[in-house]
T-cell receptor
Framework: DAGITQSPRYKITETGRQVTLMCHQT?????MFWYRQDLGHGLRLIYY???????DKGEVPDGYVVSRSKTENFPLTLESATRSQTSVYFC?????????????FGPGTRLTVL | QKEVEQDPGPLSVPEGAIVSLNCTYS??????FMWYRQYSRKGPELLMY????GNKEDGRFTAQVDKSSKYISLFIRDSQPSDSATYLCAMRRRGADGLTFGKGTHLIIQP
């Protein structure tokens, strides 16, 4: 089914472990985004990508690494997870990144760091 | 002061009522304004998008932007229990790639 998918949907890990969250879209959208959603903060941009091999930092990039070797995939890696990274992570995509483009969100990954 | 302020609620109203949801912002560079709806344990979905001051209507939903006051609103007419969700306002600067979100307002429509 076409759209934007995230995996896993739920993940529990321990402090210090590496975790990778996957995002896949079937629309061939140029732009992809990672946001985190926390109570009291709303959604905040972590990283985004304008195209394959082009990435840039958002508002809260520390502790995260991204890559984009293929247009359809945009994985987010927590190299050494911390409790403060417990959150719900949303991936989004938009067609071209124009100011009027809609960002379409995936279903989210709920991450707990113990 | 956060760039975008939104009352988290919860806001509880009876079915059929008119609902008013609001956000204020401090950065006049925001030029594009959106309302997203988010059901529990789901991703946000776009409801309304506007980039000029004034009103935009889509079915039971009306988005209103007042750039001079840095204030945006979403009105829901004839509210239904299925409208119960969290409503997120979002804004974008011209040329910027990401969105800046409010915290979201949790809306409950009582049958």
């Amino acid at each position: 089914d076409a759209g934007i998918t995230q995996s896993p949907r739920y993940k529990i890990t321990e402090t210090g472990r590496q975790v990778t969250l996957m995002c896949h879209q079937t629309w061939s959208h140029s732009y992809m985004f990672w946001y985190r959603q926390d109570l009291g903060h709303g959604l905040r941009l972590i990283y985004y990508s304008a195209a394959a091999d082009i990435t840039d930092k958002g508002e809260v990039p520390d502790g995260y690494v991204v890559s984009r070797s293929k247009t359809e995939n945009f994985p987010l890696t927590l190299e050494s997870a911390t409790r403060s990274q417990t959150s719900v992570y949303f991936c989004a995509s938009s067609e071209k990144g124009y100011s009027t483009d809609t960002q379409y969100f995936g279903p989210g990954t709920r991450l707990t760091v113990l | 002061q956060k760039e975008v302020e939104q009352d988290p609620g919860p806001l509880s109203v009876p079915e059929g009522a008119i609902v008013s949801l609001n956000c204020t912002y401090s950065n006049s560079a925001f030029q594009y304004f959106m309302w997203y709806r988010q059901y529990s344990r789901k991703g946000p979905e776009l409801l309304m998008y506007t980039y000029s001051s004034g009103n935009k209507e889509d079915g039971r939903f009306t988005a209103q932007v007042d750039k001079s006051s840095k204030y945006i609103s979403l009105f829901i007419r004839d509210s239904q229990p299925s409208d119960s969700a969290t409503y997120l306002c979002a804004m974008r600067r011209r040329g910027a790639d990401g969105l800046t979100f409010g915290k979201g307002t949790h809306l409950i429509i009582q049958p």
